[in-house]
């Protein structure tokens, strides 16, 4: 009778946790990414590296989540880590130029946390995403006065008539997401934000082609089907798409936040930023209107 309970109690705790990843997996292959960026971020917070993030630790640690389910390498969660610390810093430096009199719009934020992290209360803020990460979210956050969830698909731009003011200087974010839409796809967003806008700037996560050709073999976006469909080599394949003005690029190996992580991989980070090696591979965009 004893083993009997046991085992009822171990199944019960095992059907939890597995129930829980398995929503967040049924949300859709390329929603389901959130939670490998997630779990990254809470690492990182957790182990005093690069960001912190306490409400990334929060839902990982209520949701109970197995990394072992997920194979996230320590080195994915580093770069991960590090493309939200340089958006929060971009971001930040937008806010402090404009008084925080400005817009912040966030696609595909998934569970993201950046509004917290940032904290100005001044800035209007807008997070959106699909209809089953946002039922998700609404678990671990709320709507507040100058913060709004949208619920919608990135594509069907209907969702920027809940843009109060668009006349307002204002900064996209496509974290981990530009990758995950067709070339046209990319076309039809960019030209509408582009157009839709008084001003505006846009900071995007990108891959280089043939990176994006091989992502179908990385571990962790095989565990939830993800497919990456859109990479570019050269900036002006943007500007030429849609009108946009590039700004400039950051590259991961550059930034300073490298120095907290463990030896080992810091050590080959540096050597990466040194040789130039891999550098390209994976980086951030920053593009603007061209008034």
Known sequence: ????????????????????????????????????????????????????????EEIISLAGYDEKLLKVSLKLQALLTLRAYIMDEYAKDFIKKYDGNCNVIQLGCGLDSRYIRINNEQVKWYDLDLYGTMEMRKKYYRNALNYKMITSNVCNLEWLKEIKDPSLPTLIIGEG?????????????????????????????????????FSRFAPSLKRVNANMKFGFNNYRVIEKM???????????????????????????????????????????????KNN
């Open 177 to 213: 997401l530009f990758m995950y839409l067709t070339e046209e796809e990319n076309r039809l967003v960019l030209e509408k934000l582009t157009n839709y806008f008084n001003y505006c700037e846009i900071i995007m996560d990108v891959f280089c082609s043939l990176a994006v050709s």
């Open 1 to 56: 009778m004893a083993v009997y309970k046991a085992f009822l109690l171990f199944y019960g705790i095992f059907y939890s946790v597995r129930s829980e990843f398995m929503e967040f997996i049924n949300l859709s292959s390329t929603a389901a990414t959130l939670l490998i960026t997630l779990y990254s971020r809470a690492s990182m917070s957790r182990k005093k590296m690069i960001l912190e993030d306490k409400k990334a």
């Open 242 to 288: 849609c009108g946009l003005k590039h700004v400039e690029t950051k590259y991961y190996y550059d930034c300073e936040k490298i120095n907290d992580l463990p030896f080992l991989l810091r050590t080959r980070f540096k050597f990466r930023r040194k040789t130039g090696l891999f550098k390209k591979v994976q980086r951030i965009e920053i593009y603007k």
